[in-house]
């Protein structure tokens, strides 16, 4: 029902899609109604059942650019959604007032939305803000006050710590936990009404002091904090914990599986705790939401904390956000990344308890996988130097230049033909010349045959070179008969094609050459100082020359240089006047040991 991109590859099962379809099976939720937006019990109890089958959500607190590692949870969460018949909802966890900015809100539903995700389900906007709860929230406190389930507590936070105990001692009951409901109610109700200052008191849940688990010894829930929120003003100066919000946020959207990363094992016993006892109060519908937990992913050669990302930016270690080396969701982007290589390599990764890291170079491998049979090709030249074809009148007479045609794609002829022009004098790389060989060279060297891809056979006679002795031009005599595409073409055998472009036809552009950011495969594992292994060749912006039939693209365009990779033009700076492509990837992986 939601949105969602085609099927990319074949899905393998994973415990998460085993958890979906055993809940279908059995008809966990085959009774849950849905009244079209969020709320409380009462709203759902009279509401129709719900036609999705399931309710996933991706919950991003706005607060920073979406990063690689954000992809994998909204690939699995708008995925698992499209896959069974459900709805994902687009939730900001927007609960802490002081960090949250449009700028943030903004960005993620982009990225969202570019990686081919939507929210929309039969014309209803399932995109929400956790702040618009914060009145239920606020009644679900007064309800487990009134319940002997919640109190505040005036301990001091050092206090609070203390007496929580540790692993091996249970926890000291506060003193003031067994005020009544009432006096509790009055409390609660003058940290709303502003009369104490931020961290005077809490509220906490009245649960089981010596619980094993921690998270179960009387957790705070609310907090106060003179703040103002972007969506709610100065309505409140009391604020929920996450760990409240998050659970009352999934069951007034009537999530059926909350999908989390293993941080939050802990907080489930608590997750349930609550939303049981909600239920139980007649505040929350049943069947209520259940949370899974899955590994984190991990990609090697990045950096995915979003306070190290920010410092990179804040340092111009790198040139802002979407900075094209950059692992979140507009620097992939911008480098060229597409969703469909993004959402594949997310898939791959597949979906576990067992956390691990993936190799950058499975992206890679993902984008080749998805641009093979896609980008045209193409003929660039990177560091170009200049062959004089010296008997080129001798050859084609009085012809400036002999056109040459290719096609736009090697197994794919609908795509068409690219044409270019052989002149006396091509463009063409500077070490596809040497002159005295290494062993196993093919290429250009004097004496040696090499075919001009989709040109002719030339023969080098030798090299010009300048006063400090560096070679500025290579020399080589045209082989009669050998023009591609001709009969008896290929009757001169050479152990080496070349790419070239032609001097007279040639577009000059910019070449942005990204690498890793990175040499480290795990640049910050166990507090390592992360830019002490940044790569000073991540980035070479360099001019070189691409074919005729590139000229006029518009940005954001894909192609394969042939031999060299697949290059984007650049999203932001790419004009047609003035081009300026970004290198994605190679052809191969050259980091692999
Ligand atoms: P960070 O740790 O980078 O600051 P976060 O968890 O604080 O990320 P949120 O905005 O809360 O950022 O994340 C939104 C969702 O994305 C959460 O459900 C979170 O679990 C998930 N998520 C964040 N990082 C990863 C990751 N590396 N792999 C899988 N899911 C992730
Ligand atoms: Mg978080």
Not at 5 to 11: F, L, N, T
Not at 126 to 155: K, T
Not at 340 to 367: N, P, Q
């Amino acid at each position: 029902m939601s949105s969602a991109p085609a099927d990319d590859s074949p899905k393998s099962s994973n415990f998460l899609r085993q958890i979906v379809e055993r809940d279908l099976e059995q008809g966990t939720y085959g009774g849950r109604r849905f009244a079209g937006s969020p709320g409380d019990a009462a709203h759902h109890a009279a509401a129709a059942i719900d036609p999705a089958r399931i309710r996933t959500r991706f919950p991003p607190e706005p607060n920073g650019y979406l990063h690689i590692g954000h992809a994998k949870s909204i690939t699995l969460n708008f995925g698992l959604a499209s896959e069974y018949g459900g709805v994902c909802h687009m939730r900001f966890d927007d609960t802490n007032p002081e960090k949250e900015e449009q700028e943030y809100v903004d960005s993620i539903l982009d990225a969202v939305q570019w990686l081919g995700f939507g929210w929309t389900a039969n014309g209803v906007d399932h995109l929400y803000y956790a702040s618009n709860y914060f009145d239920f929230m606020y009644r679900a406190a007064e309800a487990l006050i009134g319940a002997g389930l919640a109190y505040v507590d005036e301990q001091t936070p050092d206090q609070m710590r203390a007496n929580r105990g540790d692993f091996n001692t249970p926890g000291t009951a506060s003193p003031f936990r067994d005020r009544t409901p009432e006096e509790n109610l009055a409390r609660f109700r003058e940290m709303r009404d502003g009369k104490h200052a931020d961290g005077a008191m809490v509220l906490r849940a009245r649960i089981d002091m010596s619980s094993p688990n921690i998270n179960l010894r009387d957790p705070a829930i609310y907090r106060i904090k003179h703040a103002e929120h972007h969506n709610t003003g100065n309505r409140w100066c009391i604020y929920p914990m996450y760990t409240f919000a998050h659970p009352i946020e999934d069951a007034l959207e009537q999530i059926t599986h909350s999908i989390c990363t293993l941080e939050f094992e802990d907080q489930r016993p608590f997750y349930d705790w609550l939303l049981d006892t909600l239920a139980n109060l007649g505040l929350l519908a049943q069947p209520r939401p259940h949370q899974y937990e899955f590994a984190r992913l991990n990609v090697t050669y990045v950096i995915t904390s979003k306070r190290k990302l920010k410092q990179l930016v804040d340092e111009k270690i790198v040139d802002g956000w979407d900075d094209p080396r950059m692992p979140t969701i507009v620097g992939l982007r911008r480098r060229g990344y597409t969703p469909e290589a993004i959402r594949l390599m997310c898939e791959r990764a597949g979906t576990s308890k067992a956390g691990g890291w993936t190799d950058y170079a499975s992206l890679d491998i993902a984008l080749r996988d998805d641009l093979e049979g896609k980008a045209a090709r193409a003929m660039a030249v990177l560091d170009p130097i200049r062959l004089t074809l010296s008997n080129w009148s001798e050859v084609f007479g009085a012809a400036p230049s002999e056109a040459c045609l290719a096609p736009a794609h090697p197994q794919r002829p609908e795509l068409g033909e690219r044409r270019f022009g052989l002149g006396p004098q091509v463009w063409i790389e500077r070490d596809d010349f040497a002159e005295v060989p290494p062993k196993g060279f093919f290429r250009l060297f004097p004496g040696n045959k090499v075919r001009l891809k989709y040109g002719v056979v030339v023969e080098c006679t030798g090299c010009v070179k300048n006063d400090s002795g560096e070679i500025v031009e290579v020399l080589a005599a045209v082989v009669p008969d050998t023009r591609s595409g001709t009969p008896g073409a290929d009757k001169v055998k050479v152990k080496g094609t070349i790419t070239w472009v032609g001097v007279h036809d040639a577009a000059p552009v910019e070449l942005r050459l990204y690498d890793r950011l990175f040499t480290e495969p795990q640049p910050d594992a166990g507090g390592r100082d992360f830019k002490a292994s940044l790569n000073p060749a991540s980035k070479r912006v360099v001019r070189g020359v691409v074919e005729p039939s590139l000229a006029g693209l518009a940005a954001d365009t894909r192609v394969q240089f042939e031999r060299h990779g697949y290059f984007v033009t650049d999203r932001v700076d790419h004009r047609a006047d003035t081009p300026v492509f970004n290198r994605i990837t190679g052809l191969k992986d050259t980091w692999a040991k």
